[in-house]
């Protein structure tokens, strides 16, 4: 064991007097790991990032909410099952709630209907396109999280008496109110004028797709006034526990048969949708774009562990006479093996060291030019880089080691 | 002629080998290195190898260094029997028993004086301290006590082949082998290296001297002449008495 440990050290003492002597040869040879380890690690940066982007939207739908929609969210083949259906009522919510209420035990604890149409929002001279108008009753923030930069959601009175009150998104508020504070002051939808209640705290945007912030939000009778035509509503309900999630979707189900009065032989003609749709469809996307990603990278890698392997067999071929004096000397196959492992292994983690320094730099530089990117540089990332450079370099270095290890010292002393 | 007067009183056998023989297989051919050499070395003997090349000099003093092991016969070093080891007892045996002192001196270019020497104590589990410590001191004794920090291409060639001198005696080896130790020296440089062998065999070591120049094998005790793989002579200076010691 002792003897083992003074192997060892003589190793990397013998493997740094290496690198030394021949600076370019090496370094030209942790290139390629350099190369391979940045483009794994910025890979493996994108990858966490989408996956961070991604929970983060999902959090945005939230996890405890059902949704009742015409269609389902994910992808089916079958459309033509579905065209026929009807739309989905935002009066279902009245007797939606009667009947929670009138269940005991329910796993449901509310519906909120919402309405939704695409409409351009006007300032004076001002004017924003393809603006999200939702309409909703007063109830809405008891079931989503909705953060205020300043102002207020519409209440009871507003909602029943269908006032021209709105909230703004954090991007509309931008664009129609550069330098000022938009609360109180008057927006245009479709030439009717609204009053601004609150503007809405900044949230990003989904899955990359469109703005959380480019939203109105108007009380439904409101909304039902101006903009009926051509809308899509849905019903969302908040559930009392999310882990019986299933439980409460099998209740919903059976209540939405009973306001749509469907006879039990009839199929249902409305889908209940939940975040978990989308991640079934999006997850062998996204599982699939990281495979081929990291395959790609890891290709580079490969390359550079080919030059790893390459540049030991040539050592160990010019280096074979030092071979046979350290044998003659007592060196143990063992102990040849672990030289040259050694010396591959510290090119790697030299190659390994300056291509993370590296993809961290580059990881910063990019966070800092594109904020809304989502890149993410861990500790976790980090120890895979290193622990990938040492597999590297004990891999690519090993059929090399094995060589000199077996090396007869006869003629290893007799080889010029 | 052999030099007499210095002889010292032999030991305990050290190598006993009886009837080995060595032979190659070179595609069609086999050839036959060793024919079946019988050779019995004591502790402190001074013994030179010679014979032309082809005759198998080298063959044996392989076997004797334990780098191979014969095809037939038996080889036993210090009572252990050595031609049936594996490659990690024979590095073991290797280590702890023989120096070896080659022709072109084998030092590793990159490594000081020192650093060379601690080689060996490095492969036998030696602390650094004790290491350095012997290190140093196997150089002093080879006349090297200021060149410790010095890497190979600092020295001359005499002061190179005294590196790789101390660095075969520093694990206290039961035999030194060294093979044509003068044979990339001039002339002087190499009657340097032979006075220092003869010290060495003085202080009780146990030299073998394989060479083909019989200058240098006149420094032995003992010749043996090897031909066409079988010993032609083995030639030993008569045990002086301590009287006639005195005399000459």
């Known amino acids: 064991m002792k003897r083992f440990i003074y192997e060892l050290t003589e190793s990397w003492k013998i493997a740094f007097a290496q690198m030394q002597s021949n600076k370019t040869r090496s370094m030209l040879t942790a290139l390629g790991v350099i190369i391979g380890i940045v483009a794994v690690t910025l890979m493996g940066t994108a990858i966490s990032g989408i996956q961070t982007g991604f929970d983060k939207s999902m959090s945005i739908l939230g996890d405890d909410v059902l949704y009742v929609s015409q269609f389902p969210w994910a992808r089916v083949n079958d459309w033509w099952n579905y065209r026929d259906r009807r739309e989905i009522k935002t009066e279902y919510a009245e007797p939606l709630n009667r009947m929670i209420a009138a269940t005991p035990n329910s796993n449901l604890l509310l519906a909120v209907p919402t309405s939704n149409i695409s409409k351009s929002v006007k300032r004076g001279d001002n004017q924003v396109t393809g603006i999200f108008v939702q309409g909703t009753t007063a109830d809405y923030p008891l079931i989503s999280v909705v953060d205020f930069n300043e102002g207020r959601f519409f209440n009871e009175v507003e909602t029943r008496t269908a006032a021209n009150v709105c909230l703004l998104g954090y991007d509309v508020a931008d664009a129609l109110f550069p330098s000022e504070s938009p609360i109180g002051k008057e927006v245009q939808i479709s030439g009717q004028q609204f009053r601004v209640l609150g503007v809405g705290a900044r949230q990003g945007s989904f899955l990359g797709l469109f703005s959380l912030d480019s939203i109105v939000i108007v009380p439904l009778p409101t909304f039902k006034k101006f903009f009926s035509a051509k809308s899509e509503s849905d019903v969302r309900v908040k559930v009392r526990d999310k882990l019986k999630l299933a439980d409460a979707k099998d209740e919903l189900t059976g209540l939405m048969r009973r306001v749509r009065a469907l006879p039990p032989e009839k199929k249902n003609d409305f889908d209940i949708n939940e975040q978990q749709a989308f991640k079934s469809t999006l997850d062998p996307v996204k599982n699939s774009i990281a495979l081929a990603g990291l395959f790609i990278t890891g290709l580079s890698l490969f390359v550079g562990a080919i030059g790893i392997m390459n540049i030991t067999f040539v050592s160990v071929k010019e280096r074979t006479k030092e071979i046979g004096t350290r044998k003659a000397l007592g060196a143990r196959r063992r102990t040849i093996l672990l030289q040259f492992l050694i010396e591959s292994t510290s090119i790697c983690i030299l190659g390994g060291l300056i291509g993370l320094t590296f993809a961290y730099a580059m990881c910063f530089a990019i966070a800092t030019a594109f904020p809304s990117f989502p890149v993410q540089f861990s500790l976790g990332l980090v120890l895979i880089g290193m622990f990938v450079s040492v597999l590297t370099g004990l891999v690519s270095g090993f059929a090399p080691a094995w060589s000199a290890s077996r090396l007869d010292p006869v003629t290893a002393l007799r080889y010029e | ?248």
């Open chain 2, 1 to 248: 002629m052999l030099t007499t007067d210095t002889i010292r009183p032999r030991g305990p056998i050290v190598i006993d080998i009886e009837n080995i023989t060595k032979h190659y297989v070179m595609g069609e051919e086999t050839v036959h290195a060793l024919r079946g050499v019988t050779l019995q070395i004591h502790r402190n003997e001074y013994l030179a190898i010679m014979g032309p090349s082809g005759s198998g000099k080298s063959t044996l003093m392989n076997m004797l260094g334990c780098l191979d092991t014969p095809s037939s016969g038996r080889y036993e070093f210090n009572g252990k029997d050595v031609s049936a080891m594996n490659d990690d007892e024979l590095a073991t045996i290797r280590n702890h028993e023989i120096g070896f002192v080659f022709q072109t001196f084998n030092l590793l270019p990159r490594s000081t004086s020192l650093r060379n020497v601690e080689l060996p104590l490095i492969y036998a589990g030696v602390d650094a301290e004790t290491r350095e410590e012997r290190a140093a001191e196997s150089l002093r004794a080879v006349g090297l006590g200021d060149r410790m920090q010095h890497k190979p291409n600092e020295l001359s060639g005499g002061q190179r082949q005294r590196v790789a001198i101390a660095r075969a005696l520093v694990n206290n080896p039961s035999i030194i082998l060294a093979d044509e130790p003068t044979g990339n020296l001039d002339s002087k440089t190499g009657e340097e290296i032979m006075a220092l062998l003869e010290n060495l065999y003085q202080e009780g070591n146990t030299i073998i001297l394989v060479t083909h120049e019989a200058d240098i094998a006149r420094h032995a005790r003992r010749i043996v002449h090897l031909r066409d793989g079988l010993v032609e002579s083995d030639a030993t200076a008569e045990q002086p008495e301590i009287e006639t010691l005195a005399f000459t």
